[in-house]
């Protein structure tokens, strides 16, 4: 049995005006020594049908997740163009995710950037994307 999770210290909601995000949140984050962390409590709405945290989910916060580090080199607005995902393991509904990414490139107005949500100490999965300055 999982125990109940909270919102890890340190970690503060993110505010956003963007309501798809919000729908899906809340979501949080803190700075670390190596760039930021977001994360959510995963909970029976994230869940799909084999009780896990569904693929949808993990990609859509993985979006959230690479776009922060977007932020520290492209202004707003930007667009997700490419994000390519590959799912290494499961987040058990109740656990708390988090994600964390990082700048490859930036080419122009496009940035490469990559990154991987993890639970329980684990990697649930790896991502990179290409997001494009408007």
């Known amino acids: 049995m999982l125990k109940k999770m909270t919102v890890p210290d340190g970690f503060e909601p993110i505010i956003s005006a963007n309501s798809f995000g919000g729908r899906n949140g809340p979501v949080y984050e803190k700075a670390s020594a190596d760039g930021w962390v977001r994360g959510f409590l995963s909970d029976d709405r994230h869940a799909n049908v084999a009780g896990v945290v569904h693929g949808g989910m993990l990609m859509t916060f993985a979006d959230i997740v690479l ?3 977007v932020l520290e080199v492209i202004a707003p607005p930007f667009v997700t163009i490419r994000m390519v995902s590959d799912f290494v393991s499961p987040a058990i509904i ?3 995710v ?12 496009v940035c490469h950037v990559e990154g991987e949500i993890t639970s329980r100490g684990k990697i649930c999965l790896q991502v990179s994307g290409q997001f494009k300055k408007l």
């Open 67 to 69: 776009s922060r580090a």
């Open 98 to 109: 988090e994600g964390r990414a990082r700048v490859l490139s930036l080419n122009g107005d």
């Open 94 to 96: 109740g656990s708390w």
